[in-house]
């Protein structure tokens, strides 16, 4: 039975795909031999792409693709009980980095899957993958940056393996760069001129990738202005800690708006939710929220510091909507009322 999706066709009960010009297939492991899907793949441009775009894209020099567009499909109710997900290309299969895959849960990011051998670097226990024939050379700072961040979250919160990063570049650098978080990869930008690499834009593309990264130590399943803030609010807190000098960056772009919401941060969720992405680059600056938790715990000399008690917070203060539980967010936190209130009062206070 086929099921029409837009640029996207699902054959149940296939077991192999044919390739079609600039079409390939996933083919995923089921009781009835295999479940296969076509998808677009795109042409990876000389100038790059906006990695939050989430399309799927090949390059012929060096040979690499990323799918990610059949998540539509793959994360349809009762996708994630399959076991593993192959692709085929001309018929062939190819490598998966990651190795066997299994399908994200509908409370999972969607997937990306890096096929091909494209150049890489190892930094500590991470992977890094580029989008050019050479590693970009004006990067390698960067990549330090992110090794002291993640591994600074890493030592203070309980988590699960972390995916490698693919490198996307960009021609045309802006604040607004995009990164996104997958469960095989996370996909990130990065300035493809070495000139136009400063200060900001060093402070921006670190945030960006330990962003997404962040989304990977949380399991619990959270409403969208949760997991946006929060994940803001990790790399912003890493930064602080293990990359001083570029920490002001983001305080100004993310901390110091973020004491002008327009709304409750739930509020904002909600028209994020619903399309508005001006409600959604406001959950970003949510962070604020968590960094006004972080700070009235230091003040109050909580042991272990807000990070040590961050993971029962974030599972334990919230109604599954997003409200808060102020008497467990209190309990949890070791704050008075007097302190937490006028935090809550602040950001979470229906208006």
Not at 280 to 297: I, K, P
Not at 314 to 320: E, K, N, W, Y
Request: a negative charge; proline letters at 8%.
């Amino acid at each position: 039975m086929d099921v029409e999706k837009p640029g996207i066709r699902a054959v149940r009960c296939s077991q192999s795909g044919e390739l079609r010009t600039g079409l390939g297939t996933i083919s995923v492991d089921s009781g009835c031999g295999a479940l296969a899907w076509e998808f677009n793949l795109q042409p990876y441009p000389a100038e790059g792409v906006m990695a939050s775009g989430q399309l799927s894209w090949h390059s012929e020099t060096p040979a690499w693709w990323i799918i990610s567009e059949g998540d539509v499909i793959l994360q349809a109710p009762g996708a994630g009980e399959a076991p593993r997900v192959s692709f085929l290309l001309d018929g062939r299969p190819l490598e998966i980095r990651a190795g066997p895959l299994r399908l994200p849960a509908l409370n999972q990011a969607p997937g990306f899957w890096l096929l091909g051998h494209p150049v890489h670097v190892d930094r500590g226990s991470f992977r890094h993958f580029f989008d050019r024939e050479t590693i970009p050379q004006h990067l390698a700072g960067l990549l330090d940056s992110h090794s002291a961040g993640i591994g600074y979250l890493l030592e203070m919160l309980p988590h699960a393996e972390l995916p490698p990063v693919f490198w996307m570049g960009l021609a045309q650098w802006q604040l607004s760069v995009g990164g996104a978080a997958g469960t095989g990869l996370v996909l990130a930008n990065y300035p493809l001129r070495a000139q136009d690499f400063d200060r900001n834009a060093h402070a921006i593309t670190l945030y960006v990738v330990l962003h997404e990264h962040a989304h990977h130590l949380f399991d619990t399943p959270v409403p969208l202005w949760i997991g946006e803030s929060l994940a803001s609010y990790l790399a912003i807190k890493a930064m602080k800690e293990t990359a001083p000098v570029l920490y002001p960056v983001v305080d100004d772009v993310f901390i110091a708006p973020g004491f002008a919401l327009e709304a409750p941060l739930s509020v904002l969720g909600g028209r994020a939710e619903a399309g508005d992405g001006k409600a959604y680059m406001q959950l970003y600056m949510g962070a604020a929220f968590w960094m006004a938790l972080d700070d009235a715990v230091g003040k109050q000399g909580v042991q272990g510091g807000f990070l040590r008690v961050l993971p029962e917070l974030v599972a334990r203060g919230f109604a599954t909507d997003g409200s808060p539980r102020p008497d467990v967010i209190a309990q949890v936190t070791r704050l008075t009322r007097k302190s937490l209130n006028p935090i809550l009062d602040r950001y979470l206070a229906p208006q």
